[in-house]
C-alpha cells in the first residue's frame, strides 16, 4: 500500500538545532493582508506547505499577484482594499478551514461572486459558525445543508454591510478574523467578544497594517477602513504547533538535548508549553526577541514527565497539540486529564475519537469522554509495534510518528498529510535514527 510510513524507535536521544518551518496562521494571514494592499509585501519564512499554497492559489484567483522568489520567499502585490477581481472559476480551499472562513469574511462585502469548494475532509467542517454572524451583517452567502457546508457561494450584499456586537457561543480564531475583516468592509463598528481569548495573529497583523482595533477584556472592536498600509517586509516565525512534536519528542527520548530555532511564542499560542511545564519538562526560552510576533529559540532536555488535568480556559491556547499532548501523557507518570476539548470533534477529523482508536492501538490507556479524554501514563515500558491511520490529519500523523519513535514504531496509513503543515517532518525525524 502506498502512504504508509514505518518509523523505527530512536535509539538515542534529539540533538543539536531543529529549524522550525514558518507559522501556518501567520503566513495564511501575510499573504491575504499583503493582498489587500497596493504596494509590494516580502514575506520571508513563508510556510510552503499545502494549506497555505491554497490561499496564495485563492488570492491569485482574486486578482492579486503572488511571485514565489524561492520555496519560502513570496513577493505580493494588490490593488488595493477594494482591487479583489471577481475569480473566473471555483476556488478550491484544499484542506484549508482557514484559507476558506478568513476568506468568506474578506469577501461578505465585496460586489461580486465568489464561490467555494474544498476536499472532502473540508466538506464536512461546519461553517454555519462562520456564516451565521456575517449573515446579521448583512453578507449574503450559501451553502449545502442549510448554509453549513461546502459548496459555499459568497453573493453580492444588496447593501453595504453593517457593524454587529457578536458574542461567540465558542473561542475560535478563524470565526473571530472572519467577523473582524468583513467589519473592515462594514458601516459602524463591529465588535467580537469571545468566552476566552484564541489566538491573535489578525489583531496583531491588522494592527502591523495600519488598522486601529479597541481591545476590551475578551472582545475586539474594528470600525470600516478605507486603506490598509502594508510593511515592507514581513518575517513570518516558526510555528510553534511544529515545534510542538519536537518538544514532546525531547522531553520524553532520554538523553535528548536540542535547540528549536526562530519560534513564535505569541502569547495566545504558547499553552503547550505551560501544559508541559506543569508535567515537569525541561524548557528554557532563550535569545527571546519581538518582530511581527514575538519569537525565541526554545532548549528542551528530557525529563520525567507526571500527569496533569487541564481544560476549557487554556483551550484556545493549544486546540491544534492535543494529539501531541496526548503522546507526553502517556509517558507521564500518574494520570492526565483533559476536558473542554469537544472543538477538536470538528477539526480536520473527529480528533478526539481518532485519538482514542488509533493510539489505544499502541497502549490501551485512553479514555475517551464526550468534551476531552482520560489518560493512564507510565506506559513507557508498554508500547507495542502497530500499524495505526491518520485519517489524513497532518497532527495525528505527526503526533503517532513520535509516538513510535518514543516507543516500539509504528506504521502510519495516510502518512502524506503531513505536507498539509510540515513537508520535512519525516526527513527531519530520520535524522534522529
Not at 160 to 186: E, R
Request: net charge negative; proline share 4%; aromatic share 4%.
Amino acid at each position: 500500500m502506498d502512504n504508509v510510513k514505518t518509523i523505527q524507535p530512536l535509539q538515542k536521544g534529539l540533538s543539536g538545532e531543529i529549524l522550525i518551518p514558518g507559522d501556518k496562521s501567520v503566513s495564511h494571514r501575510s499573504v491575504m493582508f499583503a493582498g489587500l494592499c497596493d504596494s509590494e509585501v516580502k514575506i520571508t519564512n513563508f510556510l510552503h506547505a499545502a494549506d497555505c499554497m491554497s490561499t496564495v492559489n485563492c488570492m491569485r484567483s482574486l486578482g492579486v499577484n503572488v511571485q514565489e522568489i524561492d520555496e519560502n520567499t513570496l513577493i505580493v502585490k494588490g490593488n488595493g482594499l477594494h482591487g479583489l477581481k471577481e475569480p473566473q472559476g471555483i476556488i478550491d480551499a484544499g484542506n484549508s478551514g482557514t484559507t476558506l472562513r478568513l476568506m468568506m469574511g474578506i469577501l461578505a462585502g465585496q460586489k461580486f461572486l465568489t464561490t467555494f469548494t474544498g476536499d472532502a475532509s473540508l466538506s464536512r467542517r461546519p461553517m454555519g459558525r462562520v456564516i451565521n454572524p456575517l449573515s446579521q451583517m448583512g453578507a449574503n452567502i450559501v451553502g449545502r445543508q442549510n448554509n453549513k457546508l461546502l459548496p459555499i457561494t459568497v453573493i453580492p450584499p444588496q447593501e453595504n454591510l453593517h457593524g454587529i456586537s457578536y458574542q461567540m457561543p465558542m473561542s475560535s480564531a478563524q470565526v473571530k478574523s472572519a467577523i473582524l475583516l468583513a467589519g473592515m468592509n462594514a458601516d459602524g463598528e463591529t465588535t467580537v467578544t469571545e468566552p476566552y481569548t484564541s489566538r491573535d495573529h489578525t489583531e496583531r497583523m491588522l494592527t502591523g497594517f495600519g488598522v486601529k482595533l479597541k481591545k476590551s477584556g475578551t472582545s475586539i472592536t474594528i470600525s470600516k477602513v478605507d486603506k490598509m498600509t502594508a510593511p515592507k517586509e514581513i518575517h513570518v516565525p516558526g510555528d510553534i504547533s511544529s515545534a510542538a512534536f519536537w518538544l514532546v519528542a525531547a522531553s520524553i527520548i532520554e538523553g535528548s538535548d536540542v535547540i528549536l530555532k526562530d519560534v513564535g511564542i505569541n502569547e495566545t499560542r504558547t499553552g503547550i508549553i505551560d501544559v508541559l511545564n506543569d508535567m515537569g519538562a525541561d524548557i528554557e526560552l532563550l535569545n527571546v526577541r519581538d518582530e511581527v510576533e514575538p519569537l525565541a529559540d526554545i532548549r528542551v532536555r528530557s525529563a520525567q514527565l507526571h500527569g496533569t488535568t487541564f481544560g476549557a480556559d487554556i483551550m484556545p491556547r493549544l486546540i491544534d497539540e492535543i494529539p501531541i499532548i496526548a503522546v507526553a501523557a502517556m509517558f507521564a507518570e500518574g494520570t492526565t486529564v483533559i476536558t473542554g476539548a469537544g472543538e477538536l470533534r470538528v477539526k480536520e477529523t473527529d480528533r478526539l475519537q481518532v485519538i482514542t482508536d488509533e493510539f489505544n492501538k499502541v497502549c490501551p490507556c485512553i479514555e475517551g469522554k464526550e468534551d476531552g479524554m482520560v489518560i493512564t501514563g507510565g506506559q513507557a515500558n508498554n508500547l507495542k509495534f502497530a500499524r495505526c491511520n491518520s485519517h489524513d490529519d497532518h497532527r495525528i500523523a505527526m503526533a503517532l510518528a513520535v509516538l513510535g519513535a518514543a516507543g516500539a514504531g509504528i506504521e502510519i496509513e495516510n502518512s502524506d498529510c503531513v505536507n498539509i503543515s510540515y513537508p520535512t517532518f519525516y526527513k527531519i525525524l530520520a535524522q534522529f535514527e
